[in-house]
């Protein structure tokens, strides 16, 4: 059984800029989530895929954005890029007909921005 | 909204001390609970869960009950180890509505321990 992957492990971009961040999800999962995890922080939710439409976001502007693929992978988008997006971004697969709706997390992404 | 409120740390102990981490919690009806863990430079891992009042999570000698009465999920270990040494998340899944397949995390607990 495959775990979660994502890509890249490390990014660098200036404010302003955009980036596109990638998560394969576990095999026969479904749902996607993606969560922002600033140094020193718990993680914060950002928004959650099922079915490739978004299912419930958190407290982010709409420069973050996101798509799940008909293979269950999912792509960030962030746009405009500030300093204070310089975090370890994290997507955890699921399967949502679960009850709990237990989810798997990747590695991350390490963003900085400059 | 949910939230989840964890002891404040960090947390230092000697190998084979007895561990305690605080976590409270806010949230509507009957959420789900979970510890997860942190080691340096990786993602996160599901320590333990339990999904309904009264039930004990647990695993690699880590414990945590569910109590509904005082919305709490502290986690316990009765003797710690060097590789223990890492950052402890608490964190729940709400009942339903908004809240659904939303993780709600603590600001996490960074624990060492020394030999």
């Known amino acids: 059984e495959t775990g979660v992957t994502q890509s890249p492990t490390h990014l660098i971009k200036t404010r302003g800029q955009q980036v596109t961040l990638r998560c394969s999800s576990q095999s026969g999962h479904n749902t996607v989530s993606w969560y922002q995890q600033a140094l020193g922080q718990g993680p914060q939710f950002i928004f959650q895929?099922?079915?490739?439409?978004?299912?419930g976001r958190g407290n982010f502007p709409p420069r973050f954005s996101g798509l799940q693929f008909p293979n269950y992978s999912s792509e960030l988008n962030v746009n405009a890029l500030e300093l204070d997006d310089s975090a370890l971004y994290l997507c955890?697969?699921?399967?949502?007909?679960?009850?709990?709706?237990?989810?798997?997390f990747g590695p991350g992404t390490r963003l900085t921005v400059l | 909204g949910d939230s989840v409120t964890q002891m404040e740390g960090p947390v230092t102990l000697s190998e084979e001390a007895f561990l305690t981490i605080n976590c409270t919690y806010t949230a509507t009806g009957y959420p789900s609970l979970f510890w997860y863990v942190q080691y340096p430079g990786e993602g996160l891992q599901l320590l333990l869960k339990a999904t309904k009042a009264d039930d004990k999570g647990s695993n690699k000698g880590f414990e945590a009950t569910y109590r509904k009465e005082t919305t709490s999920f502290h986690l316990e270990k009765g003797s710690v180890q060097v590789s223990d040494s890492a950052v402890y998340f608490c964190?729940?899944?709400?009942?339903?509505?908004?809240?659904?397949?939303?993780?709600?995390f603590g600001q996490g607990t960074i624990l060492t321990v020394h030999p």
């Open positions: 955890a697969s699921s399967f949502r007909d679960r009850a709990y709706n237990e989810q798997f």
């Open positions: 964190a729940l899944i709400g009942a339903g509505g908004t809240s659904y397949g939303k993780l709600t």
């Open positions: 895929y099922y079915r490739e439409e978004e299912n």
